[in-house]
Nanobody, 119 residues
Framework: QVQLVESGGGLVQAGGSLRLSCVASGRTFSSYAMGWYRQAPGKERESVAS???????DYVQSVKGRFTISRDNAKNTVYLQMNSLEPRDTAVYYC?????????????WGQGTQVTVSS
């Protein structure tokens, strides 16, 4: 079982920045693929950014050039640096860890952290 704890959310004005952190339990963090998702009121949860165990990153088009995902395996932590925030970025942001054991895939989620961007 992997536990994830997000932090760093809050209220920020448009154009501002926030850095989200997600700390994972367990001794095999470096083997996990990690991702950040978000869910706005009345909308489905969407993938925002992901980083593989070897550091390959991917972003949804709407955040490219503004958000950066990174990981620090020594600290069991994944980050999401969010710059040039816009009101449409307002959502609850969730961290996800994906573990693959043999042929089975396990997904673990954090509790979420609220990000609110005012105009």
């Amino acid at each position: 079982q992997v536990q994830l704890v997000e932090s760093g959310g809050g209220l920020v004005q448009a154009g501002g920045s926030l850095r989200l952190s997600c700390v994972a339990s367990g001794r095999t963090f470096s083997s996990y693929a990690m991702g950040w998702y978000r869910q706005a009121p009345g909308k489905e949860r969407e993938s925002v950014a992901s980083i593989s165990s070897i550091g390959k990153t991917d972003y949804v088009q709407s955040v490219k050039g503004r958000f950066t995902i990174s990981r620090d395996n020594a600290k069991n932590t994944v980050y999401l640096q969010m710059n040039s925030l816009e009101p449409r970025d307002t959502a609850v942001y969730y961290c996800k860890a994906r573990s693959v054991v043999s042929t089975r895939t396990y997904d673990y989620w954090g509790q979420g952290t609220q990000v609110t961007v005012s105009s």
